[in-house]
């Protein structure tokens, strides 16, 4: 399966976790990452993961509180959100590509898609 499809996404209040989940041929590519999108704003950068070496990178605005990781046995890329805040709100998507970036990715870097989940960070 090359296609990503995101899970976990739903409602938690205030200072909750969730784990978002993406399903896809994760071996296949050398970059993966999460990228999230709110109404009436850009899509954001979240977290990228390479395939060697392991080097991870994370947007400003979640350092400290999210983790991505991978298990290529379950095909599957996470992303472990913890102490979530209201403004953490939005639509997350994986997105993958073949060849391995340095650096913090853009979403054009990007060549594979998912079609996202809802995440609503409220009380």
């Known amino acids: 399966q090359v296609q990503p499809v995101e899970s976990g996404g739903g409602v938690v209040q205030p200072g909750g976790s969730l784990r978002l989940s993406c399903v896809t041929s994760v071996r296949t590519f050398g970059t993966m990452a999460w990228f999230r999108q709110a109404p009436g704003k850009e899509r954001e950068f979240v977290a990228s993961?390479?395939?060697?070496?392991?080097?991870?990178y994370y947007g400003d605005s979640v350092k400290g509180r999210f983790a991505i990781s991978r298990d290529n046995a379950k095909d599957t890329l996470y992303l472990q959100m913890n102490s979530l805040k209201p403004e953490d709100s939005a639509v997350y998507y994986c997105?993958?590509?073949?060849?391995?970036?340095?650096?913090?990715?853009?979403?054009?870097?990007?060549?594979?898609w998912g079609q996202g989940t809802q995440v609503t960070v409220s009380s």
């Open positions: 993961s390479t395939s060697s070496g392991g080097i991870s």
């Open positions: 997105a993958a590509r073949r060849n391995r970036l340095v650096g913090v990715p853009r979403p054009t870097s990007f060549d594979y």
